[in-house]
């Protein structure tokens, strides 16, 4: 038991350091895992980072339905003001709109002026706050399912591509819901894009997460949130 209890304890300090890391360097985590909404919510809220820090800049992408409990859970922290210049969100419901209603836009796809809108989102941040610094962007897009329904993985993939590398090239740390299961054939397609992949369920009534890491190769154990 006290070797059990030492090993976890172990793999919990090697996880923070790894956190430490991918807040420092810049990251793109992909949480996938169907089980419960609930699950998926409690960790955005955590991969958010502190609602009352004001210098952070948020950036929520949500379908504007079904799929926004999770982006609203992390909106909904205490001291948060979702109206606050450092907080953003990006309805890609009324995208289809505007690119068929613009002339500028008028050869632009529904994802590619989706994309469009996230790169200048982040590029107003960094204009803002004169550079941003390591974490201090954090984008949640919630959920990847609606436009999976709406467009060819294939297309979704290039849309990610872009995201997850202006995320990278800010320092930003992104995270990007997916309820489905870690073996669906979208996950293994995205899989490459992210610096992780974290697997959430539910056991005994607790949330737990397992972390596989690209560059290291590696699994975590399950871990509590």
Not at 85 to 101: K, N
Not at 121 to 142: H, K, N, V, Y
Not at 162 to 187: E, F, I, K, N, W
């Amino acid at each position: 038991m006290a070797d059990n209890h030492g090993g976890a304890m172990l793999e919990q300090a090697g996880f923070a350091q790894t956190l430490a890391t991918l807040k420092q360097e810049g990251s793109n985590v992909l949480l996938v895992g169907a089980e419960t909404v609930d699950a998926h919510g409690g960790l955005c809220h955590r991969l958010l980072g502190d609602s009352a820090d004001e210098s952070r800049y948020r950036l929520f992408v949500t379908d504007g339905g079904a799929y926004r409990s999770n982006a609203d859970h992390g909106r909904s922290g205490p001291g948060h003001d979702p109206d606050a210049p450092s907080v953003r969100t990006i309805d890609y419901t009324g995208l289809e709109i505007t690119a068929s209603g613009s002339e500028e836009l008028s050869d632009r796809t529904p994802l590619g002026t989706l994309g469009i809108e996230i790169i200048e989102t982040i590029d107003d941040f960094e204009d803002d706050a004169g550079g941003l610094e390591p974490a201090q962007l954090r984008l949640c897009a919630d959920s990847l399912t609606p436009l999976l329904e709406e467009h060819s993985v294939e297309k979704v993939f290039r849309l990610l591509h872009m995201v997850t590398s202006r995320v990278a090239h800010g320092q930003g740390m992104g995270h990007y819901h997916l309820p489905l299961g870690r073996d669906h054939d979208a996950v293994r397609l995205f899989e490459p894009l992210f610096d992780a992949v974290v697997e959430i369920r539910v056991r005994d009534g607790r949330f737990e997460q397992r972390w596989q890491l690209r560059d290291e190769e590696t699994t975590t154990d399950w871990l509590p949130f």
